[in-house]
Every structure is written in structure tokens, then in C-alpha cells.
């Protein structure tokens, strides 16, 4: 399949251009490079031995996305979109504009050159704080109250993408809702860079590792998990792209909405996080303990079950994998 993938520059478009092009695809990525670098593209072009193209283009640009579609297309899958929690919350219109604005162009220009096959990268975010005891999270799952513009951008694209499909059954769309992706390209030459200091558990505790920052900072460990500290669903970056191929694969051309959760199903704690890349890096990983961050949850993780059934996908990859890869990236970018 000939397929647009939009933020493929970044950090989880990045990985599953490689997968896609791994597969047989052919992707074309578009990406206003606002937080991914050209280079990127060499670098998928150094793991896969097939560059992709790039077109340096905003998807909020109307006419620069039916420019880009004049070139025939079987599907979209839509990464492009800020994601910074904090800095959502101090520029709620700039994450409207981007995210949910963003969306409607591209969904305008897609329509018209009748493109509607469709990949979302949706979040777990929009489950919101969910009661500990209704874990691990169902696609059927309620969708709860964002706690930040970030995580409603993503609600409200949901819904966005439902009544679409409503209006115009032609639309094959797949909302996959990804736990927390971390790691990064065993190869070395992919990975997440964010600017400053991450927000993040893993970039953060990367950091730590090379000795750029001086210990990590825990937020709580009263919350009611088994080490009193927050427990997620980590999700290898690699493992996720590969679900990009597989919903890809199984949905495309075939009617309706498809939810799907993407993690592990499995959830660990930040505790074990450290432990584990103390291990994989064989550095000292100093901590303390500080509180909560505002709009945490507990705990969360995923029911994969319906991704494994429908999509035949499931994680290759566990939390050492994740680490000994976001370590061997890190080593290598800086
Ligand atoms: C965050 C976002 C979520 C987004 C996801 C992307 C918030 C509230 N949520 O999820 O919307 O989709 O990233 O991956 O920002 N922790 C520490 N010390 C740190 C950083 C984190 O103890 O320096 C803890 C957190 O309290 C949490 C866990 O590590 O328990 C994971 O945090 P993080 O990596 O930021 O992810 P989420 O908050 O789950």
C-alpha cells in the first residue's frame, strides 16, 4: 500500500515508517519538522536501505495536503500533533489549532481525493483516571475527562473520526490507543529526543543514567500499587509501529471504526523502571522521592486481548528490551 504518514518524522512515525517499509509498504511522510529532524530520514533510509520521501508540509495547510494527495493513495495514518502535557495546558489554543485543526484539513483534503482508509494515533489518555478496580483497560472501557487540552484533543478527535464515519460509511477508520511508548530503534539510530528536560519517566531516567541529570525525581509512593509508586503500561516503540501495519493490514477498505488499546498488558512501576535500566546500562541510577504531580493516575494498563484476536498483533519486547534500547540510543545521540 501506497500510504501518507503524517508526523513520520517524529518519534513513533519514525519507527513505523521502518516497519512499513519492512512490510513492503510504500510510505510517504509528511511533516512539518516543528519537533523531528530531517535527518531522520538517511537514518531510515541507513536501517531499511529504501529512503522515503518527505514532504516538509503542515497538514493544517489545505492546499499543501491535496497537493500532496494528487499523487494516489490507499491509506493515511495520522501521527502529526503536539504532545507535551504541561505546555498544553499553558497553550490550549495552539494544541486545538494544531491537533483537532490539523485533523479537519487533512480529513477534508483526504475526502476529496478519496482516500479513506484511515489510522489514528490515539492515546489511553482518553480513559481518564480510571477506578483501579476496573483495570486493565477495555477498548469498551469508558472514556473519561482529560485532565489537560493534550488529552482532549485526542478525545475530541475520536469523536471527530466516529461521526465522519457516520456521515460517510465509506470510511475505514482505526483508533488505536497507545499506553506509554518508550525505547527506542535497536539499531541505535532512532529514538525520542525531546528538547530540555523530559516530563517523561524513560527520557528522564535516560538522562540520569549518562550522567546528565543528577537523580531522578519520584513522584509518590503512597499511590495504592504494590510499591506505593505509579504503575504503567510501557510499550515498546518497535512493538507499536508493528501494530500500525498490522490494523493496516487487517482494516484497510473494510467499513466502520475499530478501537484498539496498544501496550503490553502488563503494568510496572516507576521503581521498576529504574531497577531495570540500572541493569541494562550498568550505571547507578540515583533517586528520591517527592510528590505526587498533579494529574497522575495510579495506576494503568491495558486489556490487549482484542488487538491479539482481531489484529493478530501482540509485544515482542519487555521492560529490559525497552531499556537496553532507549540506553543504546541515548549512548549514540549525544
Ligand atoms: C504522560 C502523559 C500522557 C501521555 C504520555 C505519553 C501526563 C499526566 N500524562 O503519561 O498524557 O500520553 O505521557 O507517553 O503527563 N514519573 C516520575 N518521575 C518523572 C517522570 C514521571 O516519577 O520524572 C512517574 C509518573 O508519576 C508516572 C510514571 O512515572 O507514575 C510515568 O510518567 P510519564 O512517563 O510522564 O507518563 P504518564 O504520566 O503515564
Given at each position: 500500500m501506497r500510504v501518507l504518514v503524517t508526523g513520520g518524522a517524529g518519534f513513533i512515525g519514525s519507527h513505523t515508517v521502518v516497519s512499513l517499509i519492512e512490510a513492503g509498504h510504500e510510505p510517504v511522510i509528511v511533516d512539518n519538522l516543528v519537533n523531528a529532524k530531517r535527518s531522520v530520514v538517511a537514518r531510515i533510509g541507513r536501517i531499511t536501505g529504501h529512503e522515503p520521501e518527505l514532504v516538509e508540509a503542515d497538514v493544517r495547510d489545505l492546499d499543501a495536503m491535496e497537493k500532496v494527495l494528487q499523487s494516489g493513495y490507499d491509506a493515511c495514518i495520522h501521527f502529526a500533533a503536539l504532545k507535551a502535557v504541561g505546555e498544553s495546558v499553558e497553550k490550549p489554543l495552539l494544541y486545538y489549532d494544531n491537533n483537532v485543526g490539523g485533523t479537519f484539513a487533512l480529513l477534508e483534503a483526504l475526502s476529496g481525493a478519496e482516500v479513506k482508509t484511515f489510522v489514528f494515533s490515539s492515546s489511553?489518555?482518553?480513559?481518564?483516571?480510571?477506578?483501579?478496580?476496573?483495570?486493565?483497560?477495555?477498548?469498551?472501557?469508558p472514556i473519561g475527562a482529560a485532565t489537560n487540552p493534550y488529552g482532549w484533543s485526542k478525545i475530541m478527535m475520536e469523536q471527530i473520526l466516529r461521526d465522519v464515519q457516520v456521515s460517510d460509511p465509506e470510511w475505514s477508520i482505526s483508533l488505536l490507543r497507545y499506553f506509554n511508548p518508550v525505547g527506542a530503534h535497536q539499531s541505535g539510530l532512532l529514538g525520542e529526543d525531546p528538547s530540555?528536560?523530559?516530563?517523561?519517566?524513560m527520557p528522564y531516567v535516560a538522562k540520569v543514567a549518562s550522567g546528565?541529570?543528577?537523580?531522578?525525581?519520584?513522584?509518590?509512593?503512597?499511590?495504592?500499587t504494590p510499591d506505593g509508586t505509579g504503575v504503567r503500561d510501557f510499550v515498546h516503540v518497535a512493538d507499536l509501529a508493528d501494530g500500525h501495519v498490522a490494523a493496516l493490514e487487517k482494516?484497510?477498505?473494510?467499513q466502520g471504526v475499530f478501537t484498539y488499546n496498544l501496550g503490553t498488558g502488563e503494568g510496572h512501576s516507576v521503581l521498576e523502571v529504574i531497577a531495570a535500566y540500572e541493569r541494562q546500562s550498568g550505571k547507578p541510577i540515583p533517586y528520591e522521592i517527592v510528590g505526587r504531580r498533579a494529574g497522575d493516575v495510579a495506576s494503568n494498563w491495558a486489556s490487549v486481548e482484542k488487538a491479539r484476536l482481531e489484529l493478530d498483533w501482540q509485544t515482542t519486547r519487555d521492560l529490559d528490551d525497552m531499556c537496553a534500547d532507549s540506553w543504546r540510543w541515548q549512548q549514540n545521540s549525544h
Open positions: 489511553a489518555t482518553v480513559y481518564g483516571d480510571p477506578d483501579p478496580a476496573t483495570l486493565p483497560l477495555l477498548e469498551s472501557s530540555g528536560i523530559p516530563n517523561n519517566l546528565e541529570l543528577s537523580k531522578v525525581k519520584v513522584f509518590g509512593n503512597d499511590y495504592p482494516r484497510a477498505g473494510e
